[in-house]
């Protein structure tokens, strides 16, 4: 992950959009499970050479699904409560068994992490 956090519009961050989900897309094959993780975004990182990751001292999402295919997606449902609106989330994944070995984090694992996501939640 480059660490740089890339902003994300639409529907997506709807306050009350109780269907939405974050996708993860284009993962190796080889991949077949991940977190996604999600923190208020506060900047917090963990460097660890050229990569960046979500802080996991500050996560308030830390889900595990399956990939398939290189593709996995996760329900992040948003409540209908106006206190949200300009909250910034922080969403990112840890993939398992990417056939890479360049995550001096977690060696042997074959772990990569996605770029970090920012959602603006809006009405």
Same mark, same amino acid.
């Given at each position: 992950s480059s660490g740089a956090a890339s902003v994300l519009g639409g529907a997506a961050g709807v306050i009350g959009n109780l269907d939405s989900r974050v996708w993860l897309t284009g993962a190796s094959p080889s991949a077949d499970f991940a977190f996604l993780w999600g923190a208020p975004?506060?900047?917090?990182?963990? =460097?660890?050479?050229? !990569?960046? +990751?979500?802080?996991?001292? #500050?996560?308030?999402?830390?889900?595990? +699904?399956?990939? %398939?295919?290189?593709? #996995?997606?996760? @329900? +992040? @449902?948003? @409540? !209908?409560? @106006?206190?949200?609106? #300009?909250? #910034? +989330?922080? $969403?990112? $994944? %840890? %993939? $398992?068994? =990417?056939g890479a070995e360049n995550c001096g984090l977690a060696p042997g694992l074959g772990v990569a992490a996605t770029d970090i996501q920012r959602l603006q939640l809006s009405f």
């Open positions: 975004a506060s900047g917090s990182r963990v =460097t660890c050479g050229p !990569c960046q +990751v979500l802080d996991p001292s #500050a996560l308030a999402i830390n889900v595990g +699904v399956p990939v %398939v295919g290189g593709l #996995a997606s996760v @329900p +992040v @449902p948003i @409540p !209908c409560r @106006p206190t949200l609106v #300009a909250l #910034a +989330v922080e $969403f990112q $994944f %840890v %993939v $398992f068994n =990417t």
